[in-house]
């Protein structure tokens, strides 16, 4: 079908960001380009920019280049008198203006961050950078609060079930303060198990319209960094009075099922209620009791834990048959210093049976209630929708498993899926989770939507093989759960729908806006662990030899020779360039459909080297500075050798002269030279 088209003839207005987040660039000095000792380093683009555009004015400004931390961002042309004292600072600039004759923008110094390097300023500029709401709750949101002694009383909880009989317990990474979650699981007399998801009851405290409510909508998602979290709610709700902490009454939202030991459902409820859990678990702990032997039932706890195993392996087996998907993802996590915060080691993330299981019950409970909703509320529902990928985003990972031996489907999830589980390589186990981390960068985002703006056909979550979706455990740090909670307590009679929840044209901009944030949220957490994995290889860890799978090889010509690799072991992923050999240089052999490059020998012709995507190699993990405080981590190829001599990698990541991969990195900033007015 035919679109009108046009094009651009003219911009009346730039829609320049408030403010960006970054760093002054400076002409580099002579004495610093050149040495005696060694040849002239090549120059990074930034720094040849700064040589062209630093102008120093007779009234004693400085024109210099700005660079924001943003790299879709222009460099900035700013004039300031305070151009030395920025030097190694991490600096707010706003755009004023972009002349027609100018090659960028102009802009002037707002305010300093802080030191370059620093950790607690970088942390806060990729708050900025993501645009996360990191400022203190207003007076008028912690108006909102009961006071710090209030106590859960079921005497003034009409309509509230008391359950506190029932043996709830929760499961949770170690040290977690905000527990959305618990669970049971009891036996009936007839033989079927009454299973139990309980999800805090944050909409008791969280009336719609007040303060509080509008601030939470706003934030929409709590942001999880390395070392800290930044909360939705006050932390009076999110780590005392709604979190189902161990043996305290709290308030909860439970889906209540019977079903039969084979996982047939065979009823389900929902209520308000108040409950009581037992015990707060660790995955670790709660593994344990998954594999202690049977014994005679007198272990309440271990009795709970082994049957909702058993059910979750159940329901895991149907959802499986049905299509969903087993994807991964590099992940790692940190230990930290107790006192600096600053990360000590970098551990992958041991997965037990025991996460599988809480898995297994929220999406049980999500995919319940999602249906609960839709029958009452078909228009006005928040959902969760996962669209299928086009083959065109498939294509380039369809190609590089081919030239391995395996033919990935994605005609649909279930083929997808089957095809994931037969790509397997016995010598080398990780080559299916690279498959599968590739797999889900492949595939377009999960979306909240308003039910009444798509088809039915259009609410499928093709990840999770579920016709409809949505997300209702997890409210104390995701505003899409409170609205989910409000819609469900109107379906069951509990409470009145919000008036602001019937509106279609608000649902829709809510929705953008958790999008938005819960994007951001995801953004800002990958970049707090690039800080945490700089400062890690910037101490006492740098120069470390690793090895690394190659994700990705640049076959197309004239490009510079370099192929990406994932380091396992740390969850790096970056580029590496082979060391030594030019674009044009006529022993390097491209095989494009083979996603292979190989070097052969300038006498005999044989190959000497050779990578191809998925193949492990060795790497050497370093960090450069780049200027003042300015680092950037570095992999360097160790093996195998490519060219003639193997590449030189200096054992100290300072100001030395490196061979290989990597560019040499740059010596402490000296008292920079300033080109006058009217030169070139």
Not at 225 to 232: G, S
Not at 530 to 555: C, M, P
Request: net charge neutral; aromatic share 6%.
């Amino acid at each position: 079908m035919r679109r009108p088209t046009g094009k651009v003839v003219g911009i009346i207005r730039r829609n320049f960001r408030q403010n960006y987040c970054g760093s002054i660039y400076t002409a580099s000095s002579p004495e610093e380009d050149d040495s005696a000792t060694t040849e002239p380093r090549k120059r990074t683009e930034r720094e040849t920019i700064a040589d062209e555009h630093e102008v120093e004015h007779p009234d004693g400004t400085t024109t210099c280049v700005f660079f924001a931390v943003d790299g879709r961002v222009p460099p900035i042309l700013l004039r300031t008198s305070q151009r030395d004292r920025l030097l190694g600072h991490r600096i707010l600039v706003a755009i004023d203006s972009w002349p027609v004759d100018s090659r960028y923008p102009l802009g002037h110094y707002v305010k300093t961050i802080g030191e370059s390097g620093n950790k607690d300023v970088e942390t806060e500029v990729l708050l900025h950078e993501h645009n996360i709401p990191c400022d203190p709750f207003p007076a008028k949101v912690l108006a909102c609060l009961p006071p710090e002694d209030y106590k859960i009383d079921i005497e003034n909880s009409p309509g509230r079930e008391d359950l506190r009989h029932l043996p709830v317990l929760s499961i949770d990474p170690p040290g977690c303060k905000d527990i959305d979650d618990a669970l049971h699981c009891t036996v009936l007399p007839n033989g079927n198990y009454q299973v139990g998801v309980h999800i805090a009851d944050v909409t008791h405290y969280v009336k719609a319209g007040t303060a509080i409510d509008l601030e939470a909508a706003n934030r929409s998602t709590s942001t999880y960094l390395v070392n800290k979290r930044l909360d939705m709610l006050p932390g009076l709700l999110t780590t005392d009075l709604c979190s189902l902490k161990g043996n305290v009454d709290r308030y909860a939202f439970s889906v209540l099922w019977e079903v039969t030991p084979d996982a047939e459902i065979v009823d389900v409820d929902f209520k308000k209620t108040i409950i009581h859990s037992i015990a707060a678990l660790t995955y670790q702990q709660a593994q344990a009791l998954i594999d202690q032997p049977e014994d005679d039932g007198s272990d309440i706890q271990a009795g709970a834990v082994k049957r909702l195993a058993s059910l979750a392996r159940k329901l895991r087996a149907k959802r499986i048959e049905a299509g969903a998907l087993t994807l991964a993802s590099p992940e790692v996590k940190f230990a930290l210093d107790s006192e600096s915060l600053n990360p000590t080691d970098v551990q992958a993330y041991t997965l037990y049976e025991a996460n599988a299981v809480v898995e297994e019950f929220m999406l049980f409970a999500n995919v319940t209630v999602s249906k609960k909703i839709l029958r009452h509320y078909p228009t006005l529902s928040i959902l969760r929708r996962h669209p299928a990928p086009n083959r065109g985003m498939f294509d380039s990972l369809i190609s590089k498993a081919k030239c391995r031996g395996f033919s990935i489907n994605i005609d649909d999830s279930k083929r997808l899926a089957d095809s994931l589980d037969e790509a397997q390589i016995e010598s080398d186990p990780y080559f299916n989770k690279l498959l599968r981390i590739l797999s889900t960068r492949c595939m377009s985002p999960a979306q909240y939507f308003c039910s009444g703006e798509y088809k039915a056909s259009d609410w499928h979550h093709y990840g999770l093989a579920a016709p409809v979706y949505t997300h209702f455990t997890s409210p104390i740090r995701r505003y899409a759960d409170v609205c989910v909670h409000r819609l469900l307590a109107a379906a069951i009679g509990v409470d009145p729908l919000p008036v602001h929840l019937s509106s279609k044209s608000y649902l829709h901009d809510l929705a953008a806006n958790m999008n938005r944030r819960h994007r951001a949220a995801q953004l800002a957490g990958r970049a707090s662990v690039q800080l945490h994995t700089l400062i890690f290889f910037s101490g006492a860890n740098s120069d470390k030899e690793e090895d690394a799978y190659v994700l990705d090889v640049d076959t197309s010509e004239r490009a510079e020779p370099s192929f990406t690799v994932i380091v396992p072991r740390y969850g790096i992923e970056g580029r590496v360039k082979l060391p030594n050999i030019s674009a044009d240089d006529p022993n390097l052999v491209r095989h494009i459909e083979q996603h292979r490059v190989q070097y052969k020998d300038p006498k005999t012709g044989e190959v000497t080297a050779s990578v191809q995507v998925f193949e492990k190699v060795r790497v050497k993990i370093w960090v450069r500075t780049i200027q003042e405080n300015q680092k950037e981590l570095v992999l360097d190829l160790i093996e195998p050798i490519f060219g003639a001599v193997k590449a030189k990698i200096n054992e100290n990541a300072g100001g030395k002269k490196r061979k290989g991969g990597g560019a040499s990195s740059s010596p402490k900033q000296k008292k920079k030279s300033k080109k006058k007015k009217g030169a070139k």
